[in-house]
């Protein structure tokens, strides 16, 4: 089972996990799809087995997760803190970066201790948390700059791009050199609140936007689908400052308390990032779409923690789809076959150079 597989099994079990389910992940060395049961539910243990997934007894459901962070949201929300719920213990991680000192420490701590140690555990990060804003594919605009998401065809059938909201709320336009002339505006952006992500049009509506990630030393990655990312899952982001890396996906609907504002419902990875990063793509090595790097600590030396916005969720913001319908180049045809959410259009990705032809995997940079 690959990764990709277990999401889509995920998917189809939907309504059928009901109050007892308690999260899942990919687990890559057995290739499996590990689901969480609370409350010793045999009649969901059959159903999960039955469906080719594996059945893990927990103490925490989802609900009681959710419940857990709500609290957080209100007791906790210092700069500089973040939590996912890791669905491979089954409990909340909470991290607070090195500006968290003296009673903003004390203040998180005590609300994870409330929580009890069979729910949440907080560590200390060395970096700080920040989104990868610089002031690159890069784009620039206002001083700042970024990466290169991934291609779009918005509702009229424009061409455009994602990339990261706290990029497009720095400037309205954006060019692809620093200080050159416009090549697209900025339609809409999250950030702060409930993600981090732009949609940015094209100047002109003739641009050719191939369904490629431009990944580096004449690797280029076709991207088919969006998807929803999986904990344990491998991924690679490419961004403007650092290139290509690689790392596993370790929780979802993190939120990330930046010093701008609180950002939810991001993906969490140990994929190293630097300024610049932001905005560039987090995609699979089979060519999902997965995410837009919004920000983290650390940097691709020390490692740290990161966090993306998902894909699919942008998407579904902006009203646009991954690459169906975008220029691409002569001759190219159409990308590949839909994912992510039902109903939606087959699609592809962003920019890499003209000539060369999309990959359907790629190598694996040498680290983080």
């Known amino acids: ?84 719920v890791d669905p491979r213990t089954n409990r909340i991680l909470v991290t607070a970066d090195r500006t968290v000192t003296g009673e903003k420490w004390d203040r998180v701590e005590a609300a994870v201790a409330a929580l009890g140690d069979g729910m949440a555990r907080i560590q200390k990060s060395t970096g700080e948390f920040k989104p990868f804003i610089e002031g690159g594919d890069a784009i620039f605009g206002g001083g700042a700059r970024c990466s290169l998401g991934f291609n779009v065809t918005t509702q009229d059938g424009q061409p455009g791009f994602l ?49 490629a990630v ?8 076709e991207i088919r689908q969006a998807a929803e990312a999986a904990v344990g899952q ?16 370790t929780g979802l609907n993190a939120t990330v308390n930046y010093p701008e504002g609180t950002v939810t419902g991001l993906i969490q990875t140990n994929v190293c990032a630097e300024p610049g990063d932001s905005g560039g793509a987090l995609f699979t090595p ?35 789809e991954i690459g169906a319908g975008a220029g691409g180049q002569p001759g190219e045809e159409p990308g590949g076959e839909t994912g992510g959410q039902p109903g939606e259009e087959p699609g592809g990705e962003t920019g890499g150079q003209p000539g060369e032809e999309p990959g359907a995997g790629i190598d694996a940079p040498a680290g983080n």
């Open 286 to 320: 089979d060519g999902d779409a997965i995410g837009l790097t919004s920000g983290g600590s650390g940097n691709c030396t020390s490692g740290g923690e990161t966090f993306f916005q998902p894909v699919t969720t942008a998407l579904a913001a902006v009203g646009a």
């Open 214 to 221: 431009d990944a580096g030393d004449g690797q280029l990655v």
């Open 234 to 249: 491998e991924v690679f982001r490419m961004g403007s400052t650092t290139g290509l890396r690689d790392g596993q996906v």
């Open 163 to 211: 990339t990261a909201g706290h990029c497009g709320v720095a400037a309205d336009q954006w060019s692809e050199q620093a200080g050159g002339a416009p090549i697209g505006t900025v339609q809409d952006a999250v950030f702060p609140g409930e993600g981090d992500f732009a949609l940015v049009t094209y100047d002109d509506p003739a641009t050719e936007a191939p369904s």
């Open 1 to 84: 089972m690959t990764a990709a597989s277990a999401s889509e099994l995920l998917r189809q079990l939907g309504e059928q996990l009901g109050d007892s389910y308690g999260g899942a992940y990919y687990d890559a060395g057995k290739q499996q799809l590990v689901v969480n049961v609370a409350d010793g539910d045999d009649d969901l243990d059959a159903r999960v087995r039955e469906a080719g997934a594996v059945v893990r007894s927990v103490e925490n459901s989802s609900a009681e997760l959710a419940s857990a962070t709500d609290s957080l949201s209100r007791r906790a929300a210092v700069p500089g803190t973040a939590w996912a």
